[in-house]
């Protein structure tokens, strides 16, 4: 089914323009294709019709810009940083799995419990990446002590979880 297209004239201002052209969008060349892929983009997201797939593509078009920037540093200074890699890796799924998990039907309940179990999942994992990088006082990270300086509140937390536990299955 073919899409009948309508004529919208608008003016912005020059730098507007200039942005649009130069922004990158795959599968859009002109400013008119562009401006049409972010109508959509938009009219998708506000209507919450992303896919969780799709959300996380989107966003990781949203940070490429970043990480391209990022990579270039690493590059020019032969520089590495896992615990940058992992944050890039799990934040686009974890919002993405907001994003496109805001359609609450018949059993919302029941899908509250899910989505919430699935974001503590990718935010559990996240954190196991980080915590992974401690196995050594030296992390693969720019500064080798960043995940250092951060494990005795974690050793902390978990030694009292770890505590209350074992208190819990004596009772």
Known sequence: MS??????????PSEDLEWLSALEISGASTPSDKLRALI????????GTMDHTTCVAWLRDLLSPFVVALREVENRHRMHSDAINAV??????IMATMLSERRFGRDAPAQATDIEAALVQRCFQLSATLLRLGVTPAAECYDPQVIERHLPKIIELASLISADRKLRKEK
């Open 88 to 93: 890039v890796e799990w934040l686009p799924q």
């Open 40 to 47: 959509t983009q938009m009219r998708k997201q506000h209507q």
């Open 3 to 12: 899409t009948q297209m309508q004529t919208l004239s608008v003016r912005i």
